[in-house]
Antibody
Framework: QVQLQESGPGLVKPSETLSLTCTVS????????WSWIRQPPGKGLEWIGY???????NYNPSLKSRVTISVDTSTNQFSLKLSSVNAADTAVYYC?????????????????WGQGTLVTVSS | SYELTQPPSVSVSPGQTASITCSGD??????VCWYQQKPGQSPVLVIY???KRPSGIPERFSGSNSGNTATLTISGTQAMDEADYYC?????????FGGGTKLTVL
């Protein structure tokens, strides 16, 4: 079955750019939507954005000015960049598969999820 | 922006039925998913498209969605069901999560 694994630095300095990669194994990244979701310590889930394997994206309006999600089908990976980070961006970051249906239909579900990676923003 | 509202906590006795609500404007016109998250673990999908169960999810988990409220129902609740539960929907191509509900089985 498909498995996802996040990787990247666990510590990022304020004002710098957070960069994470999600590696998809056990299946192809093609024909699906893929998302990043984060969870600050002790708080709820926040959707960051998605990318379709073809490269089309959509982002959470509250983060849109700072977020870039990209995909590399040759390596079965997709990535997240979040610029100008501050302490409020400290969170566990999850990657997840977001289904194959057109998002406009509203049926997309997050399944499966990666194990998550904690990113701390601190000097 | 679209908002989903959940009660912060729900308590249930073992063997009883737990109901967790999720409310949003005209939520019944959207599809709702539910995720279970146990401490230190990643969320797991338990209900999608309002009422469908993924393979491997016990039959005691069910869902409904009408009007402004979606409901996750756990029948015959077991101690292993104690967890945080999140509802989720899409609004104009944007993913939205509810704030989460802590289910306590006592």
């Amino acid at each position: 079955q498909v498995q996802l694994q996040e990787s990247g630095p666990g510590l990022v300095k304020p004002s710098e750019t957070l960069s994470l990669t999600c590696t998809v194994s056990g299946g192809s990244i093609s024909s699906y939507y893929w998302s990043w979701i984060r969870q600050p310590p002790g708080k709820g889930l926040e959707w960051i954005g998605y990318i379709y394997y073809s490269g089309s994206t959509n982002y959470n309006p509250s983060l849109k000015s700072r977020v870039t999600i990209s995909v590399d089908t040759s390596t079965n990976q997709f990535s997240l960049k979040l610029s100008s980070v501050n302490a409020a961006d400290t969170a566990v970051y999850y990657c997840a598969r977001a289904g194959w249906e057109e998002v406009a239909q509203g049926k997309n579900r997050f399944d499966p999820w990666g194990q998550g990676t904690l990113v701390t923003v601190s000097s | 922006s679209y908002e989903l509202t959940q009660p912060p906590s729900v308590s249930v006795s073992p063997g009883q039925t737990a109901s967790i609500t999720c409310s949003g404007d005209k939520l019944g016109d959207k599809y709702v998913c539910w995720y279970q998250q146990k401490p230190g673990q990643s969320p797991v999908l338990v209900i999608y498209e309002d009422r469908k169960r993924p393979s491997g999810i016990p039959e005691r988990f069910s869902g409904s969605n009408s009007g402004n409220t979606a409901t996750l129902t756990i029948s015959g609740t077991q101690a292993m069901d104690e967890a945080d539960y999140y509802c989720q929907a899409w609004d104009s191509g944007t993913g939205v999560f509810g704030g989460g509900t802590k289910l306590t089985v006592l």
